[in-house]
Each structure stands twice: as C-alpha cells, then as structure tokens.
C-alpha cells in the first residue's frame, strides 16, 4: 500500500489534488509517527486525522518496523515536497514534528539521508 501511494506521487501535477482533496498527507505520516508526544504547538495545525488517530493511542503507538515500508511513505513525503505549494501544506500542517522524530529513531542510513532532504525542504 505504501508503495502505491509512492508511486501516486511521481506525477507533479497531482500534487494539490493529492493534498487538498485526498488527504494523503496524515495517512503517510501517521505509520511514521511513534509514542513521542507533540506539544500543544505542534499539534496546532496538524493533520486532524492524525490527531485523532495518535491521541487514543498515547505511548502505545508504534512505528512502522518494516524498512520498506518506511522507504515508500518516506520518498512519497519526499516526492510531494518537491512542489512549493505542498511544502507549504506540510509546513502548515505540522509534518515537521512528525518527521523528526522518525528520523531521531531510525537506523537506516539511507533512509536517515532522506529523512534530511525532506527537512531541508520543510526547513527552506
């Protein structure tokens, strides 16, 4: 699944729509985000389906443990920051805070070095 959503991301043009009408955004980050807790600042803004799923869940929430799996979420995320105004929607919907704390978590050093672009993106 996480690979066909990847693979929804390659066309540019599909961006806003994938976005703005979709939602893809919280459903690719929520199997990314951990137990950590989000201050009440970063949770302003956030996805409120992601909310809503992490909430309940607290400190029971685990990551996604297949590297593959994070793989594909990761280089769709990264695929969808390549236009400016879905950078915008992730900056607005809170996709940092997600973000870094996977990265903090995870061991791959491939996918760490992913991990750094997407923020380099969000960050600029």
């Given at each position: 699944?996480a690979?066909?959503?990847?693979h929804?991301?390659y ?11 979709v ?10 985000a ?9 949770k302003?803004g956030?996805?409120d ?6 909430e ?5 929430k ?9 793989k ?8 969808l920051?390549c ?5 915008q ?9 997600v973000i870094r704390?996977?990265d903090?978590?995870e ?5 760490k070095?992913?991990?750094l ?8």
């Amino acid at each position: 699944m996480a690979a066909a959503l990847s693979h929804c991301c390659y066309e540019t043009t599909d961006h806003d729509w994938l976005l703005f009408e979709v939602g893809i955004l919280g459903h690719l980050l929520l199997p990314l985000a951990g137990p950590e807790e989000f201050t009440s600042g970063e949770k302003d803004g956030m996805e409120d389906f992601l909310i809503e799923k992490l909430e309940p869940l607290g400190a029971s929430k685990v990551r996604e443990p297949d590297l593959e799996t994070r793989k594909s979420l990761l280089g769709a995320i990264h695929l969808l920051a390549c236009s400016k105004s879905a950078r915008q929607y992730m900056r607005r919907k809170r996709a940092y805070p997600v973000i870094r704390n996977a990265d903090l978590v995870e061991t791959s050093e491939p996918l760490k070095e992913l991990v750094l672009k997407i923020i380099d993106f969000l960050i600029r």
